[in-house]
């Protein structure tokens, strides 16, 4: 990859003048007026053809039973053509500067066989009855990360000080990433997922994009993401195939497929992905879900009460903040969809968060319940690219609130809570509390 690219183009920016507009617009994401976008389609057009000003068309797919039918038929939804919401100046850039549709070959821009080869090399890392090992340690950055809050005093911004901080913890733990260097990973990983909104890119001291442009129409310099990105990890690279342990970058470093060592930009994007799938969408559940808790007394008072609901409440917060919105597929044959023929070549965008209120499947799903039967929600995916983290996400929020909810005596807001303008992954920004420990 050249240094020497051409910079990105600027990004109109987003308008708001048709429903088409609003559904890609970051602004309603952070708001959540996009519920109502949502709620409309699925009512009025389920399977919307969308055409957002400065994006290429697609299908909006709003429905839980098309979404799961979409993901399921993935010989013919394939990822590897558009994988996220892009602005059309952005997809053409990427396009041209590497003669790719994408800067990374992460599982997700992937399809089988080769998805399913690279997947399987840490699939097993992520399973739990490897997870189980490493719970006690979990457990233990829990209580770190609570004990930390308790040490703050009577106040704190809950996704500052705890949220955004364990699961990074967790994850570069599992990855073998020091701690010295997490502030770091962060902060590629904000810019990556939000590239959209100053308070979160302002903390950042290097120029870094995903691939899309933020929200206020300027372009950011992706490819110094990807530079910065491929120096770090070909230096766990090196250091894994000499000395390898027992974690994930050296299952990746040392991964094989066919009987030939994995390539450079396979092994990049798998950290990358696991790097940054790992953390940002965990902190989200954690702190969405805690803003839940507080907002419903009677949902707080119940899990309290009985702890034992805590695996459930887990994947209501998971259905509830569904932290990554979208992902896209492209057919590669015509095909039937509630009525509609999505042409060969047609994007199609699963807009998880609409699936996860769907009323033909959630009984009242804009009420947060803890008790809730919630087994189907689509927060995760489904099908072959279903999250790989998903049982350790759910472990790792288990943990913070098996050790939380019994130490709490109280506690409230203390201030506005904020999202971030992101319309791919997104959740709070800021969950400012005020508490008392027992
Ligand atoms: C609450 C937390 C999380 C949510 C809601 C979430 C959600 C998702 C979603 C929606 C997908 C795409 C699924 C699809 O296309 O069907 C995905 C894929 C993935 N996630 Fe997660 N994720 C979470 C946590 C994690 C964690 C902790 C990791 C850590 C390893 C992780 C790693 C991955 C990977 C590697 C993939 C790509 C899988 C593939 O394409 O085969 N995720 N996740």
Redesign the pocket.
């Known amino acids: 990859m050249s240094s020497q690219a051409e910079a990105m183009p600027t990004f109109p920016g987003y308008t708001r003048k048709t429903i088409d507009d609003e559904i890609v617009h970051p602004d309603l994401y952070a708001t959540e007026e996009i519920h109502d976008v949502y709620a409309k389609l699925r009512k009025e057009d389920p399977l919307h053809l969308t055409q957002p000003e400065n994006f290429r068309p697609f299908w909006s797919v709003l429905k839980h039973a098309d979404i799961q039918e979409v993901?399921k038929n993935h010989q013919i939804f394939v990822?590897r053509l558009r994988t996220y919401l892009s602005p059309k100046q952005g997809e053409d850039w990427i396009l041209k500067t590497t003669g790719d549709t994408h800067l990374f070959r992460?599982?997700?821009d992937?399809d089988d066989p080769i998805?399913m080869k690279l997947?399987a090399l840490t699939q097993s890392w992520?399973m739990p009855p490897n997870l189980k090992k490493l719970e006690e340690r979990i457990a233990g950055i829990a209580k770190d990360h609570v004990n930390r809050m308790e040490d703050l005093g009577s106040q704190c911004d809950f996704v500052k000080e705890v949220a955004l901080w364990y699961?990074l913890r967790v994850?570069m733990m599992?990855m073998g990433v020091p701690p010295e260097d997490e502030a770091f990973m962060l902060r590629m990983t904000q810019e990556i997922f939000g590239p959209g909104d100053p308070d979160v890119t302002a903390t950042a001291t290097a120029k870094t994009d995903s691939g899309a442009f933020s929200a206020e129409g300027e372009s950011v310099d992706l490819m110094q993401t990807a530079l910065a990105l491929y120096d770090y990890f070909g230096k766990v690279t090196a250091d894994r195939r000499k000395n390898p342990r027992d974690d994930v970058a050296s299952v990746i470093a040392n991964g094989m497929i066919d009987g030939q060592p994995i390539g450079d930009r396979e092994a990049m994007s798998y950290y990358i992905?696991?790097a940054t799938?790992?953390?940002d969408?965990?902190s989200?559940?954690a702190s969405g879900g805690l803003l839940q808790l507080m907002k419903n007394p009677a949902e707080m008072a119940k899990l309290k009460a009985d702890l034992g609901l805590l695996p459930n409440a887990v994947e209501e917060m998971?259905r509830w903040?569904?932290?990554?919105k979208h992902?896209m597929r492209t057919a590669t044959a015509d095909y039937t969809l509630r009525g509609k023929t999505i042409k060969e070549g047609d994007g199609l965008c699963?807009f998880?968060w609409s699936g996860n209120r769907d009323e033909d499947v959630f009984e009242d799903p804009f009420k947060f319940k803890v008790d809730r039967n919630v087994s189907r929600h689509?927060?995760?995916?489904?099908?072959?690219?279903?999250?790989?983290?998903?049982h350790?996400?759910r472990m790792?929020?288990k943990s913070l609130f098996n050790e939380l909810l019994p130490r709490l005596k109280s506690i409230e807001l203390a201030g506005e809570p904020k999202n971030t303008r992101a319309n791919f992954v997104s959740g709070l920004k800021t969950l400012p509390v005020r508490y008392s420990f027992a």
């Open positions: 993901e990822n992460t599982l997700v992937l998805h997947r992520f699961p994850i599992i992905i696991v799938a790992g953390h969408t965990t989200s559940t998971i903040v569904t932290p990554v992902f699963l998880y689509v927060a995760f995916g489904y099908g072959i690219h279903l999250c790989l983290g998903m350790l996400a790792e929020i």
